[in-house]
């Protein structure tokens, strides 16, 4: 009988990562190739899109090389992809700009100029938050700029589009990746006319939008002997990083919800239909014709703890640094932190808000610091998990990757502070599994999207303390308090 394996292509912000798994979820071979970022004028951010898709190539050849395994035994690839990229391309599908990317900043004037004014109406029409990440924001400022790519672009695309067009010849976008652009309307399950308007482009100019289980076939020759791969294999859309690292992690049932915490944060959970919340404090982003994943992200997770080691001038490694965190009781002894140190989206959706500690005192050392932030970050994962709550109800399980993971002192304040038991799969690689999965499930070689809970390794799960939760209960009401009337000051 011979081998069958699957590929989960994940095209991040920070790297391009391309993940062998056989169809039962172990992995077997990984290769990274890391992005390399431009930052042209202050709250900029962009990436060469070219860059990236040479990236994946080699990334692909490379990790097939690892594994050991020959191209007939590779059965599919699918594809994950990091939101809110995007870039100007010309005719001949050559980019003609670089590819902006969700932290660039530079729509920030148009952003609360909508929000100001019709941003309830058409965030009630789309589900995406109105702020500078999204395409729809990035748009009006090229619109408004006279920005020159914008006037001389036949389409806009994401950077997982641009890459499927080198590839396949083919401009689609699945479910999820058309929701991040805030020009999508979820319930129609197509682009949202008056936004296309708004921002000066036509239908025509965007992809074709698809499920995520779509298969794509034809792969470009030249391509294909690069990779080192048949050019008759079969490449599944797959959808966005969001979507998949929560199916990766087998978070898609009613009550479970998938919380990320690398050098940003989310924490997301899959429901029926479309769920848009009155407080604008939650997105609501497409996943399958009718599925959609609710949640908040974050911009500042282990981001924040960097800064504060770099701060402190700290060589060791991360897990002594946050060891002396444990050396304080819940509380930090007084001390309150807002993580918003590269300004936030949810909860509160400002560009402009800022990070602060508030309580401080002469008695207070590093490790009181150190415990401060991790709590802070926490707690901002909470009040997000709160917002969700009131439209997805109360979580029943909370599943947890990303860098933080690998913490027992963060997982612990995770079950403490949620008061829930905390499960964390035995993988780092959620969102590359949930790629292959979903090929699995596009070429039919699996019977549907639940099924990954058997192929899923699985740790003890982190159990609440009970005395630590109710201490923490009290001080994240004023937390909350803090961070509701901070808000005005941003």
């Not at 994943?293 to 700290?314: E, M, S």
């Not at 009181?368 to 997805?392: C, D, P, S, W």
């Not at 799969?425 to 999965?437: I, K, L, Y």
């Not at 699996?446 to 003890?460: H, L, R």
Request: charged share 20%.
């Amino acid at each position: 009988m011979s081998r069958e394996f699957v590929m989960g292509l994940d095209i991040g912000t920070t790297s391009v990562k391309a993940c062998v798994f056989d169809i039962k979820g172990k992995l077997i071979a990984e290769n990274e190739k890391m992005n390399s970022f431009h930052y042209p004028e202050p709250g900029w951010s962009e990436q060469d899109p070219i860059e990236i898709e040479r990236s994946a190539v080699l990334a692909i050849k490379e990790a097939i090389e690892q594994a050991a395994i020959n191209k007939d035994e590779l059965i599919a690839l699918g594809f994950s992809a990091a939101m809110h990229s995007l870039l100007c391309v010309n005719e001949e599908g050559t980019p003609i700009s670089p590819a902006l990317i969700w932290a660039d900043g530079r729509s920030v004037a148009q952003a609360e100029a909508i929000k100001g004014t019709i941003g309830k109406s058409i965030f009630s029409k789309t589900g995406t938050p109105i702020h500078p990440m999204t395409p729809f924001s990035k748009l009006l400022w090229m619109k408004e700029t006279n920005y020159q790519p914008y006037k001389e672009a036949a389409y806009f695309m994401s950077i997982k589009e641009y890459l499927l067009q080198c590839w396949f010849g083919q401009r689609v976008i699945d479910y999820s990746m058309a929701s991040a652009t805030g020009l999508f309307n979820p319930a129609a399950l197509d682009w949202e006319p008056e936004l296309l308007e708004m921002t000066g482009i036509t239908r025509e100019q965007l992809s074709e939008i698809v499920p995520p289980t779509k298969v794509l076939t034809g792969l470009n020759s030249g391509i294909a002997d690069e990779m080192g791969i048949n050019p008759e294999m079969p490449f599944v859309m797959g959808a966005a990083d969001g979507q998949l690292a929560n199916l990766g992690i087998g978070a898609i049932l009613p009550g479970e919800v998938a919380v990320s915490v690398g050098t940003s944060g989310a924490i997301r959970q899959i429901n029926k239909g479309v769920k848009i919340d009155e407080n604008q404090e939650t997105f609501c982003y497409s996943f399958t014709a009718d599925s959609t994943i609710v949640g908040g992200p974050t911009n500042n997770g282990g981001i924040v703890l960097q800064w504060l080691k770099d701060l402190l001038n700290d060589q060791r490694d991360f897990s002594d640094f946050l060891g002396d965190a444990e050396k304080v009781a819940p509380g930090a002894e007084g001390i309150l932190f807002l993580p918003y140190l590269n300004g936030e989206r949810a909860p509160v959706w400002n560009q402009r808000a800022k990070g602060n500690f508030y309580g401080v005192s002469i008695t207070h050392k590093k490790e009181h610091f150190i415990r401060a932030v991790l709590e802070g970050i926490t707690f901002n994962l909470y009040q997000i998990g709160k917002a969700l709550e009131r439209l997805a109800g109360e979580p029943e399980k909370i599943y947890v990757n990303g860098g933080l993971a690998r913490s027992p002192l963060w997982l612990q304040m995770m079950a403490d502070i949620f008061e829930a038991e905390i499960y964390v799969s035995e993988s780092h690689h959620s969102a590359a599994w949930g790629a292959a999965w979903t090929a699995l499930v596009g070429i039919g070689k699996v019977d549907s999207f639940e099924a990954i809970k058997k192929n899923i390794p699985m740790g003890e799960p982190v159990l609440p303390n009970k005395e630590s939760s109710k201490v923490y209960k009290a001080i994240y009401e004023n937390y909350e308090k803090l961070a509701r009337d901070m808000v005005k000051y941003f």
